[in-house]
């Protein structure tokens, strides 16, 4: 599974500046245990991680921690700056500009309509689009400018449309090495009718759901890894049906997931694997 794509050729820092921005590497984040961080990742210029299956933690290191400006869930929400993020991100992500770059990884299409998640945090924006196929994400600083730069990751379902439980965690950026802010996007089961992120220090924040995608962004938060954040869902009783660490891996939930024919498709091999549940779009 690729974890950061090369910035776009054209967008490329000098090799001295690239070498210096290389030596920062950041972990990713994740409850503290005895087992050492299954990320660590050397940042060029915008770091951008997105996966399916695994921590998805990018830190974005910048001294003026701009405050959030915009959560778009659709394409007709899209602030201006947002709506130049997300074609530059189709532009990088375009069959033509795939094939040149990875000659053997076939590209997911996807257009504005796939739009489903967009967050703007100063002069930073991160956009995820979803569809049948899989998901395409960027994340692109000064967009529209003559200083824009980015990253982007592209892939396939590996499942489709099955998610390991309720909730499937997509794409987490954090503003601390151990919390602060955090911005989280992913997809929910139809069984899900409210998803909260639960702070641990008897606060929470609730994520905006929709057509089985959910976004969620929390503002002087404060969050701390070792105060176990929590992502917990709801179902239309207002019942809780499910809860898991923010920063855990799929590999590493508590329970297992196995398809309809009972092979074990997420999480740690074990013999109480629970169903897969359907993407609710």
Same mark, same amino acid.
């Given at each position: 599974?690729?974890?950061?794509?090369?910035?776009?050729?054209?967008?490329?820092?000098?090799?001295?500046?690239?070498?210096?921005?290389?030596?920062?590497?950041?972990?990713?984040?994740?409850?503290?245990?005895?087992?050492?961080?299954?990320?660590?990742?050397?940042?060029?210029?915008?770091?951008?991680?997105?996966?399916?299956?695994?921590?998805?933690?990018?830190?974005?290191?910048?001294?003026?921690?701009?405050?959030?400006?915009?959560?778009?869930?659709?394409?007709?929400?899209?602030?201006?700056?947002?709506?130049?993020?997300?074609?530059?991100?189709?532009?990088?992500?375009?069959?033509?500009?795939?094939?040149?770059?990875?000659?053997?990884?076939?590209?997911?299409?996807?257009?504005?309509?796939?739009?489903?998640?967009?967050?703007?945090?100063?002069?930073? %924006?991160?956009?995820?689009?979803? #569809? @049948?196929?899989?998901? /395409?994400?960027? $994340?692109?600083?000064? &967009?529209?400018? *003559?200083?824009?730069?980015?990253?982007?990751?592209?892939?396939?379902?590996?499942?489709?449309?099955?998610?390991?439980?309720?909730?499937?965690?997509?794409?987490?950026?954090?503003?601390?090495?151990?919390?602060?802010?955090?911005?989280?996007?992913?997809?929910?089961?139809?069984?899900?009718?409210?998803?909260?992120?639960?702070?641990?220090?008897?606060?929470?924040?609730?994520?905006?759901?929709?057509?089985?995608?959910?976004?969620?962004?929390?503002?002087? %938060?404060?969050?701390?890894?070792? #105060? @176990?954040?929590?992502? /917990?869902?709801? $179902?239309?009783?207002? &019942?809780?049906? *499910?809860?898991?660490?923010?920063?855990?891996?799929?590999?590493?939930?508590?329970?297992?997931?196995?398809?309809?024919?009972?092979?074990?498709?997420?999480?740690?091999?074990?013999?109480?694997?629970?169903?897969?549940?359907?993407?609710?779009?």
């Amino acid at each position: 599974m690729n974890d950061i794509l090369d910035l776009p050729a054209e967008r490329d820092l000098p090799p001295g500046k690239a070498r210096a921005m290389r030596a920062r590497v950041l972990g990713s984040v994740r409850p503290r245990s005895a087992r050492p961080p299954r990320l660590r990742v050397a940042v060029v210029g915008v770091v951008l991680l997105a996966v399916a299956s695994g921590v998805a933690a990018v830190v974005w290191d910048r001294p003026d921690r701009s405050t959030v400006q915009v959560l778009a869930m659709r394409a007709g929400e899209l602030s201006p700056t947002l709506r130049d993020a997300a074609e530059r991100c189709l532009e990088w992500n375009s069959p033509q500009r795939q094939t040149r770059q990875n000659a053997g990884e076939q590209p997911v299409p996807v257009s504005l309509t796939d739009l489903t998640v967009a967050i703007e945090r100063g002069d930073r %924006a991160l956009v995820l689009f979803m #569809n @049948d196929v899989g998901y /395409v994400t960027c $994340d692109v600083e000064w &967009a529209g400018t *003559d200083q824009e730069s980015g990253g982007s990751n592209t892939e396939a379902w590996p499942h489709g449309d099955l998610l390991p439980g309720p909730v499937q965690r997509l794409l987490l950026t954090s503003t601390e090495a151990d919390g602060g802010d955090v911005s989280v996007s992913g997809r929910a089961s139809g069984r899900v009718h409210r998803l909260v992120l639960d702070h641990g220090d008897g606060h929470t924040t609730a994520a905006r759901l929709s057509d089985g995608v959910y976004g969620l962004m929390t503002s002087g %938060a404060r969050l701390k890894a070792n #105060n @176990d954040p929590e992502l /917990v869902s709801y $179902d239309a009783s207002g &019942a809780e049906i *499910d809860r898991r660490p923010l920063f855990q891996a799929e590999d590493q939930l508590e329970h297992c997931y196995a398809n309809p024919d009972g092979k074990r498709i997420y999480g740690k091999p074990t013999s109480d694997c629970r169903p897969a549940e359907k993407w609710g779009r």
